[in-house]
């Protein structure tokens, strides 16, 4: 069963300490692996696509990475406007119509 | 910023009333999307549209329906709403070109009494 499997469920750091959020995926083939940050009452903002195991991109304090089980979020020297909930997808090659969210990780910056 | 709106963003309704939730967008995107979202959980696909008068149901059963009859506009409508139909209901849009990396509206949260 094609499946989006986040973690932690919820993080707490303190500003300035750095970390990472996981994203493990199975799926036949692999179109591509989106992040998204979603602010409470809102909808998801798009953060990155990646494509390809290896691939990386950067925006700010967030760079993203894939490999070809799962993908990492990591945070660098966070601020508290880093928090949100953090949304993982999965776009499954040859099922155009098929796009997988997992549950989301809880990011919480204590100031 | 995404171009895509939701009207309204808060609603709340007595049972069998009938509804319709707006979704707009200015961005000329061929797909759009509705998901229902409940609280800590995955967004749930419930239909889609690869464009004009093209609709799909999605994996999650719904007793919605919805048009397309517009490039910019994708409403939903449930005919008679039910408690089980309180939820979170994101509309989202995206370029029919093979990545779908879509673009969110606010939301619009239901609340049936």
């Known amino acids: 069963e094609d499946q989006v499997t986040q973690s932690p469920e919820a993080l707490r750091l303190q500003e300035g300490e750095s970390s990472s959020l996981n994203c493990s995926y199975t799926v036949s083939g692999l179109r591509g692996l989106f992040w998204y940050r979603q602010d409470p009452g809102k909808g998801p903002e798009f953060l990155f696509t990646?494509?390809?195991a290896g691939e990386e991109k950067e925006k700010e304090r967030l760079k993203a990475t894939l490999t070809k089980k799962e993908s990492f979020l990591h945070i660098t020297a966070p601020k508290p406007e880093d928090s949100a909930t953090y949304l993982c997808?999965?776009?499954?090659?040859?099922?155009?119509?098929?796009?997988?969210f997992g549950k989301g990780t809880r990011l919480h910056i204590l100031p | 910023e995404a171009d895509i709106y939701q009207t309204p963003r808060y609603l709340v309704i007595g049972t069998g009333k009938k509804i319709t939730l707006e979704c707009s967008q200015t961005m000329g995107h061929d797909k759009m999307y509705w998901y229902q979202q409940d609280p800590g959980m995955e967004l749930h696909l419930i239909h889609y549209s690869y464009g004009v008068n093209s609709t799909e149901k999605g994996d999650l059963s719904s007793e919605s329906t919805v048009s397309r009859i517009r490039t910019e506009h994708f409403p939903l409508t449930l005919e008679s709403a039910r408690p089980s139909h309180t939820s979170q209901y994101l509309c989202?849009?995206?370029?029919?070109?093979?990545?779908?990396?879509?673009?969110f509206g606010p939301g619009t949260r239901l609340t049936v009494t």
């Open positions: 990646l494509y390809s």
């Open positions: 997808a999965v776009q499954e090659r040859n099922r155009d119509d098929k796009i997988i």
């Open positions: 989202a849009s995206s370029d029919h070109q093979g990545i779908y990396e879509q673009y």
